[in-house]
T-cell receptor, first 110, second 113 residues
Framework: QQQVKQSPQSLIVQKGGISIINCAYE??????FPWYQQFPGKGPALLIA?????SEKKEGRFTISFNKSAKQFSLHIMDSQPGDSATYFC?????????FGAGTRLTVKP | EAQVTQNPRYLITVTGKKLTVTCSQN?????MSWYRQDPGLGLRQIYY???????DKGDVPEGYKVSRKEKRNFPLILESPSPNQTSLYFC????????????FGPGTRLTVL
């Protein structure tokens, strides 16, 4: 049973568009919500993360929106670029227990 | 360069032939972990280690063993591999001050025939 549900499974966006990936969780004990970016042939790398005491965190073109009451969070990629094409994983953790979503394959078309 | 290394990167083997995938990190991290990545399932934790000689099961430990005799190394052992262990495996490490910020290795693609 997946503790973190991620959608969509795949996403195609035109260059310059906004990419949005959504995640939902059940366990209210989770207190850290990172997003990992994985390029083909590479391991995942931490992209951006948020804690539940804030509703939004922005780093460059990447923004996490967090809705604690709905137990949902999302990644927005503004002005998407072909170089953003990768698989994105959301995750939720508490202590050393980290649970990952199933991943979203993003393709940004030139 | 700070990194997590895994060997081999690719491995094709047959059912029942014992194998070991090595993992090493040079960041002096206390925490290390093994994950498997399967389509539609994301990353699932196999085993983790909080420090030397301390290991614990993750979500999918069946069929796997680990050991942590040294801080930098965390090998994954498949004593009798089966085809359902065909997967992409990742080792990760983290500092004890921030278990959440995990650094991943490049992955090992294992095929069990």
């Amino acid at each position: 049973q997946q503790q973190v549900k991620q959608s969509p499974q795949s996403l195609i966006v035109q260059k310059g568009g906004i990419s949005i990936i959504n995640c939902a969780y059940e366990n209210t004990a989770f207190d850290y919500f990172p997003w990992y970016q994985q390029f083909p042939g590479k391991g995942p790398a931490l992209l951006i993360a948020i804690r539940p005491d804030v509703s939004e965190k922005k780093e460059g073109r990447f923004t996490i929106s967090f809705n604690k009451s709905a137990k949902q969070f999302s990644l927005h990629i503004m002005d998407s670029q072909p170089g953003d094409s990768a698989t994105y994983f959301c995750a939720a953790s508490t202590g050393n227990d980290m649970r990952f979503g199933a991943g979203t394959r993003l393709t940004v078309k030139p | 360069e700070a990194q997590v290394t895994q060997n081999p990167r690719y491995l094709i083997t047959v059912t029942g032939k014992k194998l070991t995938v090595t993992c090493s990190q040079n960041m002096n991290h206390e925490y290390m972990s093994w994950y498997r990545q399967d389509p539609g399932l994301g990353l699932r934790q196999i085993y983790y280690s909080m420090n030397v000689e301390v290991t614990d099961k993750g979500d999918v430990p069946e069929g796997y063993k680990v050991s942590r005799k040294e801080k930098r190394n965390f090998p994954l052992i498949l004593e009798s591999p089966s085809p359902n262990q065909t997967s992409l495996y990742f080792c990760a490490s983290a500092d004890r001050s921030s278990y959440n910020e995990q650094f991943f290795g490049p992955g090992t693609r294992l095929t069990v025939l």
